[in-house]
DNA sequence: TCACGTCAAGCAGAT
DNA sequence: ATCTGCTTGACGTGA
């Protein structure tokens, strides 16, 4: 029989709410930059948020990734505001919020932070970007259960010496950040297979991307995939994280869908068993296919693999 | 009001 | 060489 993991596993969207009108992520361009302006939009940043995470409670939908523009410019030198005590107590509000009801919480720096670059520039940049992550994160108040998920980055011709440099560089990392980050198979350069190998160099958690695994494969299957990323979490890094999407009918190959393809997620989650974890859903209509999962799971545990 | 060129930032692969 | 996609298009000028 399979055990009732729906009650423990958590559904989750990026970023976006299509449903309501406000949003997380609101910029400006940074020929605009004003510390009023910034004052402004972060405001409603953080409003937004919180009436996105109401919503999704009221669903049910209790795992979330947070925009990472919730602070527009935060790493940049023109910023001149001195954001974390300014927001403290929206931030602290909202960071009861998510405590009071189990939220679970990720945050996904976007494609220009590179830890392992070979430009200083853009290394000393990421960290920089990377403390800001992690600074949310401390602000909300959240244990390190709350987890930062990155690209392995570049390879430079030299795979082999990329990953080498990830490893040193995360180990040199202040305890703020390398206590939430993790890493992420991705869908053109680094496999599951050599961020497993990253986790044996330096200790670093593995997310598991289900998509990016079909098309970038090092040939696990999800099974042997999940038992594997499972091990490289500890008590304190709370459950795995998984991502999960589907191929856009029609589309390149590692286009992601546009909705969700039910019985692609269901053989997704048979196949997963008997593992537990909290499940990301990396499809574009968002909140729509978290609705529908959540619904999937509830109804009944036992659908089989077609 | 709306069309559309452009936006802080990197990288790989396709065209 | 230039364009596209990436966890997410949206800002803002000019007509």
Same mark, same amino acid.
């Given at each position: ?21 406000? =949003? ?50 935060? =790493? ?49 940049? =990421? ?61 053109? =350069? ?117």
């Amino acid at each position: 029989m399979h055990q009732r993991f729906e009650q423990y596993m958590k559904i989750g969207y990026p970023c976006i709410n299509r449903t309501l009108e406000c =949003s997380g992520n609101s910029t400006f361009r940074l020929k605009s930059y004003s510390q009023e302006r910034l004052i402004k939009t972060v405001e409603n940043n953080l409003d937004g948020l919180l009436q996105m995470l109401k919503f999704n409670v009221k669903k049910k939908i209790l795992f979330f990734r947070i925009t990472s523009d919730l602070v527009p410019f935060a =790493s940049h030198e023109i910023n001149d505001l001195d954001w974390q005590s300014y927001f403290k107590d929206e931030f602290k509000e909202i960071g009861e919020y998510i405590i009071q009801n189990d939220i679970r919480i990720s945050m996904h720096p976007d494609q220009f932070i590179v830890l392992n670059s070979n430009k200083d520039g853009v290394y000393h940049n =990421s960290v920089e970007e990377l403390r800001y992550h992690a600074q949310v994160l401390n602000l909300l108040g959240l244990k390190e259960d709350a987890k930062i998920q990155l690209h392995v980055g570049g390879v430079y011709g030299d795979k082999g010496k990329s990953m080498e440099r990830f490893a040193e560089r995360y180990r040199e990392l202040d305890d703020e950040i390398k206590k939430r980050l993790i890493i992420e198979n991705d869908d053109v =350069s680094y496999t599951l297979k050599n961020c497993l190998e990253i986790n044996e160099m330096c200790g670093v958690p593995v997310l598991f991307d289900s998509f990016h695994h079909e098309v970038n494969s090092s040939g696990e299957s999800i099974g042997e995939a999940l038992t594997k990323v499972c091990g490289t979490w500890n008590a304190s890094d709370g459950l795995p994280m998984v991502d999960y999407s589907s191929q856009e009918p029609g589309e390149k190959k590692g286009k992601h869908g546009e909705s969700m393809d039910e019985e692609d997620f269901k053989e997704f989650i048979c196949r997963s068993r008997p593992h537990d974890f909290d499940l990301m859903l990396e499809i574009k209509d968002k909140e729509k296919s978290a609705l529908r999962a959540v619904e999937i799971l509830s109804e009944d545990g036992r659908f089989e693999p077609s």
